[in-house]
């Protein structure tokens, strides 16, 4: 996510409104100290967010923000299409969204069953007992269908297996950037 905002964007040089779902602790502190940045960081339940807020319907205006980022989130929620639909509402026109989410790369369609309730029987259909989906290759058409824009097929596609080791980037990881028109 650091390259992609590095290479393709200006997230580190123009003033953003930027919102934050469940903020991994490795970029929390930097970007808040990015001065241009008005960074507002928000979890279901952390006493660590600036608001406490569900996914699936966020106490925001419509077109609020320019950069929303909600990583290993998407899996947990319960309507996951309703959080995508959310999200884009508080994007403005011309923003982008990273959503990552885990992926079985091996799996064409997403994996969903809600009969399955033991803990550990959802941590081996879904690989953690709190997910309630495993996403297929079909994720970022998921996401497309809720109204998003992929501008660029992978973003990862881009680095050579030399720069992926470099970087540390898994061979099976995808990034994408979704835009709201």
């Known amino acids: 996510m650091w390259l992609f905002l590095q290479q393709k964007t200006d997230f580190f040089t123009r003033p953003k409104r930027v ?9 929390h ?10 960074y507002i960081t928000a979890d279901l339940d952390s006493p660590l967010a600036d608001v406490n807020l569900d996914v699936q319907q966020m106490p ?3 077109n609020d923000f320019d ?3 909600c990583n290993h989130v998407l899996e947990h929620v319960e309507d996951d299409k309703k959080a995508m639909r959310e999200i884009l ?10 959503l990552q989410v885990p992926i079985d790369f091996n799996r064409e369609t997403t994996y969903e069953d809600h009969t399955i309730t033991d803990r550990r ?3 081996k259909h879904f690989l953690q007992y709190d997910h309630l989906r495993l996403y297929g290759r ?5 996401v497309t269908n809720e109204g998003f824009v992929i501008k660029e097929k992978n973003y990862l596609d881009q680095f050579t297996d030399e720069q992926r080791d470099n970087y540390r980037l898994p061979n099976q990881e995808h ?3 979704f835009f709201k028109e």
């Open 19 to 27: 919102l934050h779902v469940a903020p991994e602790q490795c970029f």
């Open 29 to 38: 502190q930097k970007f808040k100290n990015l001065g241009h940045l008005d």
């Open 60 to 62: 925001f205006s419509d």
């Open 67 to 69: 950069v929303v980022f």
């Open 89 to 98: 509402r508080v994007l403005k026109p011309g923003g982008y969204a990273i």
């Open 121 to 123: 029987e959802r941590e």
């Open 138 to 142: 079909d994720y970022p058409q998921q």
């Open 175 to 177: 990034m994408y950037a």
